[in-house]
């Protein structure tokens, strides 16, 4: 079984990093944590280190699609970027499939390692601060 690891340290740049593919309960735990981030109502930018999920199920996607769509005005207040770190080209295709169906709201970029995406959320993040 898979878990989410979320790392708060260094706020208002969250962290959260995939170990496996995680189980039903664990995506739905995952789930809920993003939404409280995203409606806790202080400006954040998240980088998800996806090197080790695997390919998720298509029901785990819907639930990501179904997020997205419920919290979309929390995501476009509150999240300055998202930065989703990628092992594979696969893992890139999944998030392209998702995002044609249910685009995001907020400015999403792919990485292939976590500096460039970490410092690109940093950079996301003084943007949506200053104005």
């Not at 109502?41 to 769509?69: C, F, H, K, Q």
């Not at 890139?92 to 169906?101: D, E, K, N, P, Y």
């Amino acid at each position: 079984m898979g878990r989410v690891i979320f790392d708060e340290n260094e706020k208002p740049l969250m962290r959260m990093t995939y170990q496996g593919v995680p189980d039903e309960a664990e995506w739905q735990k995952h789930i809920d944590v993003m939404s409280e981030w995203a409606r806790r109502g202080d400006v954040y930018g998240v980088v998800i280190d996806a090197r080790e999920v695997g390919r998720i199920p298509a029901t785990l996607r819907r639930g990501i699609m179904d997020w997205i769509t419920r919290d979309k005005q929390h995501l476009r207040a509150n999240c300055a970027g998202g930065a989703l770190v990628f092992a594979s080209p696969l893992q890139q295709g999944l998030w392209t499939a998702i995002s044609w169906v249910t685009p995001s709201p907020i400015p999403v970029k792919i990485f292939r390692e976590l500096g460039p995406a970490e410092a690109w959320v940093r950079a996301q993040l003084e943007q949506k601060i200053a104005s």
